[in-house]
């Protein structure tokens, strides 16, 4: 069993192969995730804006729609629909990885704007009120102090939710692209065991998502000896 | 000489017949007030009477329902058709109703379109839509004297009962990052304001603190110098002292006294009475959305009219 999954391994370079799909596991759940934070932080202050004219009221409506879908639906059903349905249709012809990191991005939006709107929330109210007494306007108030906040206060959350993303890329592999789990089912499919690759596959991303906790936490202590200096 | 008087006496905000609801709960029920260079005038009055509400809706954090208000020569909020006669007789309804006065035989006079103006002020007569003359005379009145709230706001100072520091910045970031992030200051000017504020009151090891490791006084001290630091004309005081330990109390007392002596323009609600008579120019008591009495110290403790706030004295005074 070792045998052949070291010969298929090592011998011959299935290694290499393993590694496109890490980084690409990896960049596809930075990526995704870095879109979802900006767009879910866009997303959270146009719902939590407190402003009444057409135009944002229609901006909040399609908001309320898009994570109401995006929560709605499976992020496979997501990945079919967008990856050969809508994308196609709207020409969009993009690179797998940069495809990949845009679903999740979208995906991950919607649930990081409800994790920003709850952080938001619970910064007190004086914060946005000393902004704007001093002449900050709503969105600059947002950026340089409600935000940064609400950020330490929803970083363990937003954690989790990088956790999650990274785990759930291993369904990338119904749309063809080289991610981890991809790249073990090759070798396994390739060599008939199934049992090892598998098995390594679980501990890799057992392993990533251990570092990442462990990063997580690092940062949640440095924030709050920052604010407690 | 001359234009000395004028500046003296010229008026930094003025409140128009000011209305504000929130729901069904009226709050404020048409207030009126001046304030003018230099004056410190002290708001007290029973809890819930509207006291914050009306400060609030000095610099706009609490959008009135009705009334304008104005800084210097500026108009923050929209404009109030009631509060101009001029617009009231281009609207449909004034035109509809003087038609009809002149059919039932009237003559047509300055007498009768005053008091036209006067019984749709009264009764508030103006709907929604009031034709085209109206809107355009109300647009144009808006941009002549329109000033965006925050140019406003930058200039109009306020301290909040809870101080409202920036958690997530130092006390340094404080005091810069509004002059520095609005361009009123290169970075290196607003840390020497900033320094020179520290120093004044004895924080300039504390310029890299965060605000949470400040005792209540110090914060507070802090928050009135971060608005200092905007060079404001006038600054609102919200009950700056009421959060604070009582052996907290004097030093912010003392620092908002230096301010009046250096002739800034003070709008402070408080309910220290001592306060109140040593540094007020003139004295408001509010109650039940309104103001219903004002005058200057001595005779506002002395010889006060209002039946609720001789009351309210009783209570407080003793
Ligand atoms: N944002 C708000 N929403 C609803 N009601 C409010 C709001 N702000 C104030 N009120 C109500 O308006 C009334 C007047 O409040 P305000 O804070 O102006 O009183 P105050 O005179 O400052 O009292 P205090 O001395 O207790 O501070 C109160 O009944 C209060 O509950
Ligand atoms: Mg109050």
């Known amino acids: 069993m070792w045998n052949t999954f070291i010969e298929k391994f090592i011998i011959e370079e299935g290694y290499k192969l393993t590694l496109t799909g890490l980084s690409n596991t990896a960049l596809i759940a930075v990526f995704g995730l870095l879109i979802g934070f900006l767009l879910g932080t866009v997303i959270a202050i146009v719902k939590l804006v407190p402003v009444k004219n057409i135009f944002v009221t229609v901006l909040k409506k399609i908001c309320d729609g898009y994570v109401a879908v995006f929560r709605g639906t499976p992020i496979v059903v997501q990945l079919l629909l967008l990856h050969f349905a809508v994308f196609p249709a709207l020409g969009l012809l993009l690179e797998d990885v940069v495809e990949a990191s845009i679903i999740f991005g979208l995906n991950s939006a919607a649930y990081i704007s409800e994790i920003m709107r709850g952080g938001i929330n619970s910064v007190d109210k004086g914060q946005m009120e000393a902004g704007r007494s001093l002449g900050f306007g709503y969105t600059r108030t947002m950026i340089k102090i409600v935000i940064p906040q609400a950020f330490k206060n929803i970083l363990p959350t937003l954690g989790n939710e990088f956790i999650s993303l990274i785990k759930e890329t291993s369904v990338l592999s119904l749309i063809a692209v080289t991610d981890l789990t991809k790249s073990f089912k090759a070798i396994a499919e390739s060599t008939y065991e199934y049992f090892i690759p598998y098995i390594m596959l679980a501990i890799c991303y057992f392993v990533i998502v251990y570092l990442i906790s462990l990063l997580v936490k690092f940062m949640e202590r440095r924030f709050n000896t920052d604010a407690r200096k | ?94 035109q509809k109703m003087l038609c009809e006065r002149l059919a039932q035989g009237e003559e047509e006079h300055e007498a009768l379109r005053d008091q036209i103006a006067f019984e749709i002020k009264e009764k508030s007569l103006l709907k929604k839509h009031e034709g085209k003359a109206f809107k355009k005379a109300i647009k144009e009145l808006y941009s002549t004297y329109t000033l965006n709230i925050n140019k406003a706001r930058a200039k109009i100072g306020m301290v909040f009962q809870h101080f409202n520091l920036f958690n997530n910045l130092t006390v340094l970031q404080n005091l810069t990052v509004a002059p520095i992030q609005l361009k009123l200051k290169t970075k290196e000017q607003a840390n020497e304001k900033a320094f020179a504020l520290l120093k004044r009151i004895g924080l300039e090891d504390k310029a890299n603190a965060y605000p949470s490791t400040l005792s209540g006084g110090q914060k507070q001290r802090i928050a009135i110098i971060r608005a200092l630091a905007m060079e404001p004309e006038v600054m609102l005081f919200d009950e700056p002292t009421s959060a604070l330990d009582p052996e907290m109390v004097g030093e912010v007392l003392e620092l908002m006294k230096d301010l009046a002596d250096e002739g800034m323009t003070m709008v402070v609600v408080t309910h220290e009475m001592g306060f109140a008579k040593e540094v007020a120019s003139r004295i408001i008591f509010m109650n039940d959305g309104l103001i219903q009495e004002e005058n200057d110290p001595e005779n506002f403790f002395e010889n006060p009219k209002n039946e609720r706030l001789k009351e309210f004295l009783s209570k407080v005074l003793k």
């Not at chain 2, 709050?27 to 009055?45: D, Q, S, Y």
């Not at chain 2, 029973?46 to 509400?53: L, Q, R």
Request: aromatic letters at 6%; glycine letters at 8%.
């Open chain 2, 1 to 94: 000489m001359q234009e000395n008087k004028i500046t003296a006496d010229s008026t930094v905000i003025t409140i128009k017949d000011l209305y504000k609801s929130f729901g069904r709960l009226e709050v404020l029920k048409g207030v009126n007030l001046e304030i003018k260079k230099g004056e410190k005038v002290v708001v007290i009055g029973p809890s819930g009477s509207g006291k914050s509400t009306m400060l609030r809706c000095l610099n706009l954090l609490e959008e009135p329902t009705c009334g304008e208000v104005w800084f210097h020569e500026n108009l923050l909020t929209p404009v109030d058709p009631y509060l101009h006669s001029d617009l009231i007789e281009r609207s449909n309804t004034f």
